[in-house]
């Protein structure tokens, strides 16, 4: 059997026409662009402390308690706890930043310990809360500061746990961009 020749060399050059429009089509689907791209930096977020968290005066009584102090300025009190005047306050704080933004607020996870300057004995601040409260919803910095108050409850003990004097202690906020 004769095989034509022509037919197989017609049929490699329809192949060789094939891939050679197949891979000018390739080359002609190709663009090549140039883009742009942006950055800004925004000034840090600060806070400051304008006024500090206070309990006020107070006398433990027989059993003690606790006293809430909300970030409102409301203050009430358990147990056996007297307030005998002196002022209390929730803390208070500017955050500010750059216009527009958002950051969150991050009370303190565990008790702030509060130490009595001469006996060493302590007592603790927890159930912490904020005005705006912090979570999900993030707060924003519509002129570029933000007043944020912070409110909690100290637990009290009897006056032989917890002596006549000064208390102090620190607490963490966390202020961050969204």
Not at 97 to 121: M, Y
Not at 126 to 136: A, F, H, K, Q, T
Request: glycine letters at 12%; a negative charge; one cysteine or more.
């Amino acid at each position: 059997m004769k095989v034509n020749k022509r037919i197989i060399v017609s049929g490699r050059y329809i192949v060789l026409v094939v891939l050679l429009f197949m891979s000018i089509g390739k080359v002609k689907s190709q663009q090549s662009v140039t883009a742009q791209v942006f950055a800004e930096v925004i000034e840090a977020l600060a806070a400051n402390e304008d006024e500090a968290l206070n309990f006020g005066r107070f006398t433990p009584g027989n059993n003690g308690g606790a006293i809430t102090v909300t970030p409102l300025g409301l203050c009430t009190i358990e147990g056996t706890v007297v307030l005998t005047g002196g002022s209390y306050s929730p803390g208070h704080f500017l955050v500010s930043g750059a216009p527009g933004t958002s950051f969150t607020i991050r009370l303190p996870d565990n008790p702030s310990v509060l130490v009595h300057r001469q006996s060493g004995k302590t007592m603790q601040v927890e159930e912490w809360i904020s005005d705006p409260p912090p979570g999900g919803d993030a707060v924003t910095l519509p002129d570029g500061s933000r007043s944020i108050s912070i409110g909690a409850t100290i637990i009290v003990g009897p006056l032989d746990e917890n002596p006549v004097g000064l208390y102090a202690g620190t607490y963490l906020l966390t202020f961050a961009y969204n």
